[in-house]
């Protein structure tokens, strides 16, 4: 194909143009042939329009357009070729497809009579506390010099383009035609915006103080990230390794960081729990730590030493906790736990403490006298103390605790030791008729290899009544000035 171009007439806003398209082959062209049109400055093209001759063109057959209006608004000014690319999509297979180009021989110089902003770049940091230092270059492209001030906006927003943190620069030194200007370091604040990455938007002439000749070109996205983070501490446990379990004691090491941005000055809980198998945690003791933690700072706690008191027989996982009661605010909350995943086995000798041969020796008014049989079925000795609890009951299942003590003397390798007591019923006790039931080590902090035979009573019930006394024969026998003789009598 081969193609003719001319403008008609121009103004700074729009051009008027047509052209002629003829087809010199042999064969006819039954696509449409899509036509772009636009001027070209030897660097940059600018579109002005396009058309589309539908339904082809003929062998040797030529197309004139009418007369046609293309858009100049927002072209900067300067001098240019008018030209139209004929198959443009290049949808045609053709046998030259070099002459599909070309250009009207008068140059077209546009000289707008208005001015044009434009933002050419925007950069920005966020510094520790959130403040926005931001550079920006404007440039005026339009036709006329500005002398009046204008505004500009800038606004910081997240991927999804919210934000409503803004900055207002008020530019007022006045732009010349095709002059640029940076405006450098200027700065805000966006200690509001919680922490991720945001973009700078720039829109220059925000408040459309100036009349130009473009529009719709005041608005520039920075793709350049921006990251705002608060800086926080983070305390984190890095290790933890249990290396000796003897006398119910475990010795550890421990080491933690603060792998945050800021140090630590608060005084915070060291905790030391042990889980078992079934994933059930356990409390064993704490610490304050009172020493500040800087940046990076890494501190080892070594050979320390801790009882478990009266932990069920098993396999457990130590764990140390850093800041158990969350006293210290931290960019993660989940990294202060470790796990020493080397089991400990808590075990204990086969000691066992059985009660037995419990007696109700008299019950005389509210005395009671009692005894019973505490033997240690095993063979280990017995030196701890415990708990021995002394009750009433009766067939209605009510129980009254009538006395309870600590039994203190130790008991041999299978000893039998027998033990007696009387004891005074100071309590009311309701009227009926009762068991005696004994309980050997009932707060439970012997452990045992049976904790089943710690328990037994007296199968003979004993009456608890209730005492009523009646007076009578109340007689005065006599009297004188020194006093009354009278006697009484007393009945239960």
């Given at each position: 194909?081969?193609?003719?171009?001319?403008?008609?007439?121009?103004?700074?806003?729009?051009?008027?143009?047509?052209?002629?398209?003829?087809?010199?082959?042999?064969?006819?062209?039954?696509?449409?042939?899509?036509?772009?049109?636009?001027?070209?400055?030897?660097?940059?093209?600018?579109?002005?329009?396009?058309?589309?001759l539908?339904?082809?063109?003929?062998?040797?057959?030529?197309?004139?357009?009418?007369?046609?209006?293309?858009?100049?608004?927002?072209?900067?000014?300067g001098d240019?070729?008018?030209?139209?690319?004929?198959?443009?999509?290049?949808?045609?297979?053709?046998?030259?497809?070099?002459?599909?180009?070309?250009?009207?021989?008068?140059?077209?110089?546009?000289?707008?009579?208005?001015?044009?902003?434009?933002?050419?770049?925007?950069?920005?940091?966020?510094?520790?506390?959130?403040?926005?230092?931001?550079?920006?270059?404007?440039?005026?492209?339009?036709?006329?010099?500005?002398?009046?001030?204008?505004?500009?906006?800038?606004a910081?927003?997240?991927?999804?383009?919210?934000?409503?943190?803004?900055?207002?620069?008020?530019?007022?030194?006045?732009?010349?035609?095709g002059?640029?200007?940076?405006?450098f370091?200027?700065?805000?604040?966006?200690?509001?915006?919680?922490?991720?990455?945001?973009?700078?938007?720039?829109?220059?002439?925000?408040?459309?103080?100036?009349?130009?000749?473009?529009?719709?070109?005041?608005?520039?996205?920075?793709?350049?990230?921006?990251?705002?983070?608060?800086?926080?501490?983070?305390?984190?446990?890095?290790?933890?390794?249990?290396?000796?379990?003897?006398?119910?004691?475990?010795?550890?090491?421990?080491?933690?960081?603060?792998?945050?941005?800021?140090?630590?000055?608060?005084?915070?809980?060291?905790?030391?729990?042990?889980?078992?198998?079934?994933?059930?945690?356990?409390?064993?003791?704490?610490?304050?730590?009172?020493?500040?933690?800087?940046?990076?700072?890494?501190?080892?706690?070594?050979?320390?030493i801790?009882?478990?008191?009266?932990?069920?027989?098993?396999?457990?996982?130590?764990?140390?906790?850093?800041?158990d009661?969350?006293?210290?605010?931290?960019?993660?909350?989940?990294?202060?736990?470790?796990?020493?995943?080397?089991?400990?086995?808590?075990?204990?000798?086969?000691?066992?403490?059985?009660?037995?041969?419990?007696?109700?020796?008299?019950?005389?008014?509210?005395?009671?006298?009692?005894?019973?049989?505490?033997?240690?079925?095993?063979?280990?000795?017995?030196?701890?103390?415990?708990?021995?609890?002394?009750?009433?009951?009766?067939?209605?299942?009510?129980?009254?605790?009538?006395?309870?003590?600590i039994?203190?003397?130790?008991?041999?390798?299978?000893?039998?030791?027998?033990?007696?007591?009387?004891?005074?019923?100071?309590?009311?006790?309701?009227?009926?008729?009762y068991?005696?039931?004994?309980?050997?080590?009932?707060?439970?902090?012997?452990?045992?290899?049976?904790?089943?035979?710690?328990?037994?009573?007296d199968?003979?019930?004993?009456?608890?009544?209730?005492?009523?006394?009646?007076?009578?024969?109340?007689?005065?026998?006599?009297?004188?000035?020194?006093?009354?003789?009278?006697?009484?009598?007393?009945?239960?």
């Open positions: 194909m081969e193609e003719v171009y001319w403008f008609i007439d121009f103004t700074a806003d729009e051009i008027d143009y047509n052209f002629r398209i003829a087809n010199d082959s042999p064969t006819d062209i039954t696509e449409d042939i899509y036509c772009f049109v636009y001027v070209f400055d030897g660097d940059e093209s600018y579109a002005v329009g396009s058309y589309t539908e339904g082809g063109l003929g062998a040797g057959e030529t197309f004139t357009s009418d007369r046609l209006t293309g858009d100049l608004i927002g072209i900067p000014n240019y070729s008018f030209r139209v690319n004929v198959d443009y999509d290049e949808t045609i297979t053709e046998a030259n497809e070099e002459n599909n180009i070309g250009e009207d021989p008068v140059p077209l110089t546009l000289e707008s009579a208005l001015p044009d902003l434009i933002i050419e770049g925007i950069t920005g940091t966020a510094d520790d506390s959130k403040w926005i230092t931001y550079s920006i270059d404007i440039r005026n492209v339009g036709g006329a010099d500005i002398d009046d001030p204008f505004s500009c906006e800038v910081l927003v997240n991927e999804n383009q919210d934000g409503n943190i803004f900055d207002t620069i008020l530019y007022s030194d006045g732009l010349g035609a002059v640029s200007n940076h405006l370091l200027q700065m805000f604040n966006a200690s509001s915006l919680e922490d991720g990455e945001y973009y700078l938007v720039a829109f220059i002439d925000s408040e459309d103080e100036i009349e130009e000749d473009d529009e719709e070109n005041n608005v520039f996205f920075d793709t350049t990230p921006i990251t705002i983070k608060t800086k926080m501490p983070d305390l984190s446990v890095t290790n933890v390794n249990w290396t000796n379990f003897e006398n119910n004691e475990i010795t550890f090491d421990f080491d933690f960081q603060n792998i945050g941005d800021i140090i630590v000055t608060d005084d915070f809980e060291v905790a030391v729990y042990l889980e078992d198998m079934e994933g059930n945690l356990l409390f064993i003791e704490s610490e304050l730590y009172e020493e500040d933690v800087d940046v990076e700072e890494i501190v080892l706690v070594d050979n320390v801790v009882s478990l008191g009266n932990f069920a027989a098993g396999n457990y996982y130590l764990i140390v906790t850093i800041d009661t969350d006293v210290v605010t931290e960019s993660d909350e989940d990294n202060n736990d470790y796990y020493d995943f080397n089991p400990i086995t808590v075990s204990y000798p086969t000691l066992d403490i059985a009660i037995s041969n419990v007696d109700v020796i008299s019950l005389e008014g509210n005395e009671l006298s009692y005894s019973f049989e505490v033997s240690n079925e095993s063979n280990v000795e017995l030196s701890e103390n415990f708990y021995v609890s002394i009750y009433l009951h009766n067939e209605e299942d009510q129980e009254y605790l009538i006395d309870a003590f039994y203190d003397e130790g008991i041999e390798a299978n000893q039998v030791i027998v033990y007696s007591e009387d004891i005074i019923l100071s309590d009311p006790i309701p009227e009926a008729d068991q005696l039931y004994i309980v050997v080590d009932s707060k439970e902090e012997i452990g045992e290899s049976d904790e089943d035979n710690n328990y037994d009573f199968i003979d019930p004993i009456s608890i009544k209730s005492v009523d006394l009646e007076v009578s024969n109340v007689t005065c026998q006599s009297y004188n000035n020194s006093g009354i003789n009278f006697s009484f009598d007393i009945k239960n």
